[in-house]
């Protein structure tokens, strides 16, 4: 695992990094489709970046962790990255979802036009990183409702539920859980009918 963590952090970052090189370079006659690609990209290469974080802090307490563990979870580093963690997995199942409603008008519809134009999309885009960044940091606001929402494992990643977790941590994974599944995308980032 601990060599592992490196190699799919790498694989992570290095082929997104590619696709937005591979993406700039090369125009696109649907600039939109590119776009929001891009966007996709950089949201899952933020997951590459937490995967690093998380296998340099593996090599910092190499050998001792369980020394340290519960100081760690505590720590703000561990919160950051958890979200981290957190903002890439929500930016990209909302881009996700706007890219297949947009794809599933175009198809449905193919003689409306129901396409965004240049200016919807980046109102689109922007508003869905917004809601990320809001989703993921509300918890590090008011650890009275949340306790130590990022910090209830070893990895600082969340929407997981044990018996003392606070009942605002729990209401607030639920609520994500269900946000998820009610789109059709388990909490695995896979699709639900899998």
Not at 113 to 124: D, E, F, M, P, V
Not at 140 to 154: A, E, I, V
Request: aromatic share 14%; net charge positive.
């Amino acid at each position: 695992l601990r060599v592992f963590v490196w190699v799919v952090a790498f694989i992570i970052c290095f082929g997104n990094i590619f696709v937005i090189c591979l993406r700039s370079c090369i125009a696109s006659k649907n600039q939109h489709h590119t776009m929001q690609s891009l966007h996709i990209t950089c949201a899952d290469c933020l997951m590459g970046v937490y995967l690093f974080f998380i296998g340099a802090f593996d090599i910092k307490y190499c050998g001792e962790y369980n020394r340290h563990a519960q100081l760690w979870m505590e720590s703000m580093p561990c919160q950051l990255i958890g979200s981290l963690a957190m903002l890439s997995t929500e930016v990209s199942v909302m881009l996700l979802t706007y890219m297949t409603m947009e794809k599933y008008l175009c198809i449905v519809f193919p003689f409306h036009n129901y396409r965004a134009g240049r200016k919807q999309t980046l109102c689109y885009l922007t508003f869905i990183w917004v809601l990320g960044f809001i989703i993921a940091v509300i918890p590090l606001w008011d650890k009275q409702t949340f306790g130590n929402y990022y910090g209830r494992n070893g990895v600082c990643f969340p929407l997981h539920s044990d018996e003392k977790e606070k009942p605002g941590a729990r209401c607030y994974s639920t609520g994500i859980f269900l946000g998820k599944r009610n789109i059709g995308i388990s909490p695995d980032g896979g699709d639900s009918a899998r």
